[in-house]
């Protein structure tokens, strides 16, 4: 049996760049329906960044559930250390703007409660496999329902915010595929129920690899340190993991507890080729993947969704097709900008596993060139605070 449903904007994905577009198109007043092919629970649950920046946070202010204020806590700096020292960059002294440590799930929670509770239309469990049509007037998502019946929606747009393994990307980029870049080595992350070791984030370079030193709430810290590709998160005891993330950080003594979760994040860099083909647009994680030393996932995805959802306006209330014939370069420039500055910060504090003498003198020459200059700090500042959104809205 095939169940067709008909409506304005087709999104696939209910992660964070699908669910703020719904919400946006909503407050225009176009319908859309969102499917996802995993359950509430899982979205809910899957440990992912936190780092909003503050125009993000202010978008997610507007869902009017957002706890990113309450539940989250407002940084105005990071430290970077290296060769036994901390150097703190002041965002708020630097450019006037901070950061907000909410997890990505919180913020799920979030939106998937406004749209919930506004009675619109998010479907869980619904997988789509393939987007038929782009080109036309009346493009369609064929997906398979959690009963396993086939669904067919009919949009005047569709939206793939379907992550990195988009099934929409097919529609739009077809066998195409995007500018991509691989790293030699990844990070091991854990949980931990311990006492926070520090008020801010610690970015460390040390002689042994990077270190990052997060939190979560006054009780479950978040840490990360640099690891092979392909190494296993089992493989290690709690004390071994205790001491690897030590070593990588001299200067402080770090809370240690009991470890509950633990993961191996692999790196990538990513654009699409295409982020446009008719009526199909991709955003988030189908349209880029970034490494997440500069915590720029989430915050890129928003800035994506504020671009469609102008051009959108624009194409389904007045008929004007130009936002959005400009959505791709739009788009794009903030992309590369925040693909550079991922693939700095990346490659400025970790240690490649064939790094010689002359790169790693090199590399700490950089950290400093960057904490003793006030336009290096600056720079830093104004990258991983989000640059203006002012432009993308409206
Ligand atoms: C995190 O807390 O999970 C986190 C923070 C900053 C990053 C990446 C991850 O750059």
Redesign the pocket.
Known sequence: MTTTVRTRVAIIGAGPAGLLLAHLLAHAGIESVVIDQRSREEIQTTIR???LEQGTVEILDTLGTSRARTVGSRHEGIELRFDGEGHRIDFEALVGRAVW?YPQHEALKDLIAARVTAGQDLRFGVTATRVEDAASALPRVIATDADGEQLVIEAEFVVGADGSRSVARAAVSGSRNGYFREYPFAWFGILCEAPPSADE?IYSNSPDGFA?I?QRSPSVQ?MYFQCEPDADPDALTEEELWRELQKRVPGTELQEGPIFQRDVLRFRSFVAHELLHGRVALVGDAAHTVP????KGMNLAVADVLVLERALRALLLENDARLLEAFPETALQRIWKAQHFSWWMTSMLHVAPDASDFDRRRQLGELRSVVESEAGRTYLAEAYTGWPLRGLTG
């Open positions: 960044a936190g780092i440590l984030l990052l997060s978040r997440p030393t500069g915590a």
